[in-house]
């Protein structure tokens, strides 16, 4: 039984192949990248997935030594993420389905960031810690549904790690620049703020672009940027285990590959008898495997994700009924 999953929620087009035992069969995958300086401009990425999509589903299926014929579900990435793109996504998924008369499944993007962490490190029931360019948000699964626990009140970490990488012109993405110059850096006092389970960080944002045109050393910023929110993140992790009496965490998302924020969550579990996971770094981007994966996963349960749209821009985790 073969699983084929399409994503194209933002800068990333991507066709995976798994089977129902979670085989990686295929992983193809191309990026969009902005103009220098720039953030991602909706229209462009969409423009970048329709010129690469026939071309990543003919390597997919080469890489995966199989013909659409034995293809047996077509998974895609309904949201959430930027409109254009999705709704390219949306319709070439669409149509590749109905031309093979192959069932066709709607799948959350953030919870296929979480199904393919738990596939491949094998954790089963974590909080997760769900950190990337668009998202910054601590969850667990409760009832039959991924709930929030805390979220960003503002900017998310990627974002705000991209930001002053900008500032000090670092090359991007932001964030591994900023953890090779915190290596060699000191502590600068930077504003703390945590809100219950939520984070805010538009004051750290506010006072390290200040620090920057005074002219402190770099070093020294990323190593405050890092260990003041990264010891937000981690507080509130460790509230998340307290309430939800889980014992393992899983962090996903472009800024898991940080090995100091791994650290920080390592020293926090021990004290707690819980355990770290983090999602393979080849996994942590956007790619097609988690759509199929997942798709994988709804269509064994007999869980229909209903989409009464194509896409659903805005499509939040605890929405989404599902099972673990
Ligand atoms: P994603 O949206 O999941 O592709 O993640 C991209 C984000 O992860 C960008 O904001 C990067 O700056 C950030 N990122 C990637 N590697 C690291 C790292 N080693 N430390 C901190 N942030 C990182
Ligand atoms: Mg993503």
């Known amino acids: 039984m073969l699983s084929l999953g399409i994503e194209g ?52 299926l080469k890489e995966a030594g199989v013909e659409m014929k034995d293809i047996n579900i077509i998974s895609y990435s309904t949201g959430p993420g930027l409109p254009p793109p999705l709704l390219f996504t949306a319709k070439f998924s669409v149509e590749l389905a109905k031309k093979n008369s192959i069932e066709i499944i709607p799948v959350h993007h953030g919870i296929a960031h979480i199904e393919i962490g738990r596939l491949l490190t094998k954790c089963f029931d974590p909080v997760v810690v769900y950190l990337s360019g668009g998202h910054n948000a601590i969850l667990a699964f409760t009832g039959d549904t991924y709930k929030i626990f805390g979220e960003t009140l503002d900017v998310t970490i990627g974002n705000l790690f991209d930001t002053v990488a900008r500032e000090l012109n670092l090359e991007m993405p932001g964030g591994p620049k900023i953890e090779e110059l915190a290596k060699k850096g000191k502590y600068i006092r930077l504003p703390y703020s945590v809100k219950g389970m939520d984070v805010s960080f538009t004051g750290i944002q506010t006072v390290v672009s200040r620090l920057i045109k005074e002219g402190f050393r770099k070093e020294d910023i990323a190593f405050s940027l890092q260990e003041t929110c990264f010891a937000m993140l981690t507080e509130v992790t460790e ?19 940080n090995k100091r924020l791994q650290e920080m969550m ?38 229909k994700l209903e989409v009464k749209d194509l896409i659903k821009p805005k499509w939040r985790i605890d929405e989404v009924k599902w099972f673990i």
């Open 9 to 60: 929620t933002a800068h990333t087009f991507g066709i995976g192949i798994v089977d129902d035992q979670g085989n990686i069969l295929a992983d193809v995958r191309k990026t969009y990248t902005p103009p220098s300086g720039k953030g991602i401009i909706p229209s462009e990425a969409k423009k970048h997935h329709e010129s690469v999509a026939n071309e990543v589903l003919e390597e997919a």
């Open 266 to 303: 390592d020293i926090m579990c021990k004290e707690r008898n819980a355990k770290v996971y983090v999602v393979p770094m080849k996994y942590a981007g956007d790619n097609g495997v988690m759509i199929a994966w997942t798709g994988m996963l709804a269509y064994k349960k007999g869980l």
């Open 239 to 257: 509230r998340a285990l307290a309430h939800t009496e889980k014992n393992e965490v899983l962090l996903v998302g472009g800024v898991a590959a």
